[in-house]
């Protein structure tokens, strides 16, 4: 009887799930294979509507465009900076959070804020708070050195401003998630932990954190395609400079399709960027996953 029940139940919820997966694959996976997939392989100038086929032709130059491999390093230097940041503030809030203090639910929606704000207006923000209120912060402070500082005159400068607005704008939801998973540890196991005498960081070490590493799975994939997918904030923090320094592949493909026009050359780009998120993501889902352990 229960188990015709479940089946039931089942054929049910797969109906429910048919509209979302046929509106999923009309705005993804219809485009991405049916569309830009063929495209890569077309020497395709969108203004003058024609496309020949090239072959390997769009994938062979891509070995030979230094922006794009410049823009290949940068993204994966912002990546790994701003993966490891997010993850281990988000987790830091969470544990804080997750311990009784005033106005618990104020506060975590303060931190879960700025996720809420759109990138071009988190850019807006920063920008004004790099440009005008830290340097006469810095000034009022009489710390003239820092108040000097050209925050968008060199490359380095300008991740650096990067990446605190990425971390500030994304480890709101990261918080969330983690705050959920610890949460979800039974108080008995933490408690028997305590009385063996493992406290402080040994107990977020030897039995938080892996308890939390389905959550962590999780966040590190969100977080790290996030990452690769990264286009907002630069462009509107830097537009990719000074000097191409910022430049990241998302802003490169953007730049390709809508600036030259080189819709076919843009496509392969696109396709490139999926094979590395792709390989990284699930590279990343199957070591942490072996790492998960049963409550």
């Known amino acids: 009887m229960s188990s015709s029940l479940h089946k039931k139940n089942t054929r049910f919820y797969l109906i429910l799930l ?13 485009p991405l294979f049916m569309g830009t997939v063929p495209s890569a392989f077309y020497d395709w100038n969108i203004i003058k509507a024609k496309r020949n086929f090239i072959g390997l032709g769009n994938f062979m130059e891509l070995f030979r465009d230094k922006q794009f491999l410049t823009s290949l390093v940068f993204t994966l230097k912002l990546g790994i900076v701003t993966v490891t940041l997010n993850n281990i503030a988000a987790f830091t809030i969470s544990y ?9 639910g104020l506060t975590r929606s303060m931190f879960f804020m700025p996720n809420t704000i759109g990138g071009i207006m988190v850019s807006f923000i920063w920008c004004f708070l790099f440009t005008n209120v830290f340097p006469k912060m810095f000034a009022a ?9 050209s925050w968008f005159g ?8 990067i990446v ?47 308890l939390l590493m389905p959550t962590i799975t999780i966040n590190l994939f969100v977080s790290i395609a996030g990452a690769f997918k990264s286009f907002d904030i630069p462009y509107a923090m830097t537009g990719g400079g000074p000097a191409g320094a910022t430049n990241t592949i998302a802003l490169n493909i ?42």
Do not use: H
Not at 96 to 104: M, S
């Open 96 to 104: 804080f959070l997750n311990e009784r203090i005033f106005a618990k």
């Open 254 to 295: 953007y730049r390709d399709a809508f600036s030259t026009y080189n819709m076919g050359y843009a496509c392969a780009k696109s396709v490139i960027l999926f094979v590395i998120v792709m390989i990284i993501t699930c590279g990343q889902l199957r070591l942490t996953r072996t790492k998960e352990v049963q409550m």
């Open 164 to 210: 605190v607005a990425a971390v500030w704008t994304g480890s709101g939801f990261l918080m969330v998630l983690y705050l959920a998973g610890l949460q979800n540890i039974s108080t008995d196991i933490l408690e028997a932990g305590e009385i063996d005498g493992c406290t402080g960081l040994k107990k977020v070490v030897m039995i938080q954190l892996p």
């Open 141 to 149: 402070a009489g710390m003239e050195s820092l108040a000097q500082i």
């Open 18 to 30: 048919i509209p979302a997966v046929c509106l999923y694959c009309l705005a993804l996976i219809g």
């Open 154 to 161: 060199s490359g380095s400068m300008a991740f650096i401003t």
